[in-house]
């Protein structure tokens, strides 16, 4: 079955840098479009990047252009996302996200929290 498991949240400082894993099982990532999302308490899931099926073209939120970058693994059915600069308000738990065949697929989430 599909499954997306997300890992490389945790603490860091105000400028500091993530790299965000999501390891997909139960399909080839190559064939779909994969998306970040990220959520605070009291707050609806936000979308983060996108990237088209085989990788052909990204998609971010105004508030993370030129910070963050999603990328494919197609060897290893994995799905990145680098995030630099990173400011307080990007705290929040990320979701790796996939459709397939209809249906929409949520890991379990990573926390990340950028506090000094």
């Known amino acids: 079955q599909v499954q997306l498991v997300e890992s490389g949240g945790g603490l860091v400082q105000p400028g500091g840098s993530l790299r965000l894993s999501c390891a997909a099982s139960?399909?080839?990532?190559?064939?779909?479009?994969m998306s970040w999302y990220r959520q605070v308490p009291g707050k609806e899931r936000e979308l983060v990047a996108t990237?088209?099926?085989?990788?052909?073209?990204?998609s971010y939120a105004d508030s993370v252009k030129g910070r963050f970058t999603i990328s494919r693994d197609n060897a290893k059915n994995t799905v990145l996302l680098q995030m630099n600069s990173l400011k307080p308000e990007d705290t929040a738990v990320y979701y790796c996200?996939?459709?397939?065949?209809?249906?929409?697929?949520w890991g379990q989430g990573t926390q990340v929290t950028v506090s000094s």
């Open positions: 996200q996939v459709d397939v065949r209809s249906w929409r697929y």
């Open positions: 139960g399909f080839r990532i190559g064939t779909y479009a």
């Open positions: 990237s088209t099926k085989a990788g052909g073209s990204t």
